[in-house]
Structures are given as C-alpha cells and as structure tokens.
C-alpha cells in the first residue's frame, strides 16, 4: 500500500532516534579492583617463588656444570684417568650433600654407607650394583692395559651419569 503524501511528511518530520553514550570501564567497581590486586599479588608471589627456587637450587646447578667440566677436562691422561675423575666427581658429590644436609649427617660417610646415604636421599633413582666398584676404583692407581682403561672409562661413564641424576633429584 503506498504511502500518502499527508504520511510522508509526517515522516520528514521525525528526528533519528539518540543512544545514550556507552557505559565505560572507568571508574572501575570495586569487584574489579579486588580482582585486579589479587592478579597482581599472585604474579608477584609467582615470580617471588621462582627466584627463591632458583636461589635455593644455584648449588645443583653449579655442581653439574663443574660435573661437566671434569668430563671435558683435556689434561694428559697420567693426570686425567677415569679413577682420577670419578674422584673429583665423588668430592663435587660431597660438596653437593654437604650444602644439602649438613657437615653432622655427610662428613663421617664413606664407602658403602655413603652409597647407602644417596641411597636413601633419593630412593627413586635407581643406582648401580657394581656402583661401589666405581667407588673403590677412584682410590687404586691408574691401569695401563687397553682393557682395564675401556672398563674405568665404562665405569666413569656409570659414575658420572648417577652423580648427575643424584645432584638433580635429591630432595631434602
């Protein structure tokens, strides 16, 4: 049905329809500044938590680094055996179990019962039976035979690789 020209006019005459203005964020309800703040608390605390973590696990970081620079130490091999290794390693593991639990619990420990103390510090990583052989060979001299050596360097390898694991999941 088409429009009278009395009907148009009437609708020239009417004026666009005016929206109030949108509601803005700001001023923020103060549900919002509580969540706000709490945001912020647990992304400092998380950060805090992180550092202190950080802080607090610097020695076992810094004791696998040296683990490692024992591996790669190039001296001429008279100063630089498996038995001379697994020494220096042994003592990076002291010095880690010392920082650890304390001079009473470690410093008197040798032999098997500091095998059965790493043992018991960290139940959950398996550790070698022959590991006390590896033990005792970093106190007996360097061996010449090309037999002997493969079986230092294989029990080096053995002795390295629990230290490593042992420094990373001890717990206290």
């Known amino acids: 049905m088409p429009l009278t020209p009395q009907q148009i ?3 020239k005459q009417l004026k666009d ?3 109030p203005d949108p509601i803005g964020w700001w001023p923020l309800s103060s549900t919002w500044w509580i969540i706000v703040i709490l945001v912020g608390v647990i992304i400092v605390g998380a950060i805090w938590v992180y550092f202190e973590q950080k802080k607090r696990n610097a020695y076992r970081a810094e004791a696998l680094a040296l683990i490692q620079t024992i591996l790669l130490d190039s001296k001429p ?3 630089n055996s498996p038995s001379q290794k697994i020494r220096q390693i042994n003592h990076v593991l002291k ?9 009473a619990q470690v410093a008197q420990l040798s032999d098997q019962d500091w095998l059965d103390f790493l043992k018991k510090k960290a139940s959950y990583i398996s550790q070698p039976e022959q590991l006390i052989d590896d ?3 970093a106190y007996q001299p360097p061996s010449t035979t090309p037999e002997a050596l493969k079986k230092h360097q294989e029990q080096l390898v053995e002795w390295s690789q ?5 420094i ?3 717990h206290q």
């Open 168 to 170: 990373k999941g001890h």
């Open 77 to 79: 091999a008279a100063e």
């Open 95 to 103: 010095q880690v179990a010392l920082t650890a639990y304390g001079r």
């Open 162 to 166: 629990y230290a490593q694991k042992w």
């Open 17 to 19: 329809i005016h929206l």
């Open 135 to 137: 033990l005792r060979l």
């Open 9 to 11: 006019e009437h609708l």
